[in-house]
């Protein structure tokens, strides 16, 4: 059973940071595609930042370009973001996805396995 658990969520004051992890397991896809999504109330979830199975980012949501950092824990399943200069508008639920198939995506429709998300709120 695939399962992705995710934490570091919290909130914070304008221009603070966090950083988020995500640790999936229960597969055994060796190249598996990850990434972090987000949804405010009201809004479409949107991808972040996603990585291909050979460590290689694919995309990053050009809004949080130069603040947020995607990286992965070498040769395991922990896939983490840095996220700097937080923004009220920032301010979401923040879900990590996996996807198990070839190629990458930056479309939370392609991704079947999600995380239950960590709440990030920036005022």
């Known amino acids: 059973q695939v399962q992705l658990v995710e934490s570091g969520g919290g909130s914070v004051q304008a221009g603070g940071s966090l950083r988020l992890s995500c640790t999936a397991d229960?597969?055994?896809?060796?190249?598996?595609?990850m990434g972090w999504f987000r949804q405010a109330p009201g809004k479409e979830r949107e991808g972040i930042a996603t990585?291909?199975?050979?460590?290689?980012?694919?995309y990053v949501m050009p809004s949080v370009r130069g603040r947020y950092t995607l990286t992965k824990e070498k040769d395991k399943n922990t896939l983490y973001l840095e996220m700097n200069d937080l923004k009220p508008s920032d301010t979401a639920m923040y879900y990590c996805a996996v996807r198990l198939n070839s190629g990458c995506s930056v479309f939370a429709k392609d991704f079947a396995y999600w995380g239950q998300g960590t709440q990030v709120t920036v005022s």
């Open positions: 990585m291909d199975g050979y460590g290689r980012t694919v």
């Open positions: 229960g597969y055994t896809y060796n190249r598996p595609c």
